[in-house]
């Protein structure tokens, strides 16, 4: 069945790097479109950006150049990288297949990640 | 960027009410409007795509309805298990944007 699962620390530090892995089974990133969200405690979902089936990119300009979206389709794996960590990134950051037409269909559990001072 | 206007921000109904929730986009997105549906603690589950698409074992009492810039979601003879947050997003141009969500309570 179709799973994806995000891994990534639970804590980092105030202006260090993000880095969290969402494995996914059941289906091949060379078919569907895997997207990255966000979500602060008690506040709402914010789209970060795209990983498409055919290896390109699409990220939120608000993130600027501090995201970077990565995969390896040989170990279904989809890579989130964030630099220049503040405190408001503070957030649950999910995974989710994206079927064209339907949209999000599938999500990750989510990885809470706390940015420290 | 697309801009989505939820509302209301929040709800109380009653058992076997019907409940509406509107969102309202900044510009037309022909219809590429999803709703999830997030229970505290859990990810956001997809409810209904293409504005009026009901998902995969999503029962019938949920629907959505719309078009350009005005979406509702319908959800009728609430159950106790609907008490969530309901989110919209237009998956018609990048950013992605989401609707601010509306917390649905019993009454």
């Known amino acids: 069945q179709v799973q994806l699962k995000e891994t990534g620390p639970d804590l980092v530090q105030l202006t260090q790097t993000l880095s969290i892995t969402c494995t996914v089974s059941?289906?091949?990133?060379?078919?569907?479109?895997v997207h990255w969200v966000r979500q602060p405690p008690g506040k709402g979902l914010e789209w970060m950006g795209a990983m498409w089936n055919g290896g390109g990119t699409d990220y939120n300009s608000a993130f600027k150049s501090r995201l970077s979206i990565s995969r390896d389709t040989s170990k279904s794996q989809v890579f989130l990288k964030m630099n220049s960590l503040q405190t408001d990134d503070t957030a649950k950051y999910f995974c989710a297949r994206h079927t064209m037409g339907i949209s999000f269909d599938y999500w990750g559990q989510g990885v809470m990640v706390t940015v420290s001072s | 960027d697309i801009q989505m206007t939820q509302s209301p921000a929040s709800l109380s109904a009653s058992l076997g009410e019907t409940v509406t929730i509107e969102c309202l986009a900044s510009e037309d997105i022909y219809s590429n409007l999803a709703w999830y549906q997030q229970k505290p603690g859990k990810s956001p589950q997809l409810l209904i795509y293409?504005?009026?698409s009901l998902n995969d074992g999503v029962p019938s009492r949920f629907s959505g309805s719309g078009s350009g810039t005005q979406y509702s979601l319908k959800i009728n003879s609430l159950q106790s298990e609907d008490v969530s947050i309901y989110f919209c997003?237009?998956?018609?141009?990048?950013?992605?944007?989401f609707g601010a969500g509306t917390k649905l309570e019993l009454k």
């Open positions: 997003q237009q998956n018609y141009d990048s950013p992605y944007t």
């Open positions: 059941g289906f091949s990133l060379t078919t569907y479109n």
């Open positions: 293409y504005a009026n």
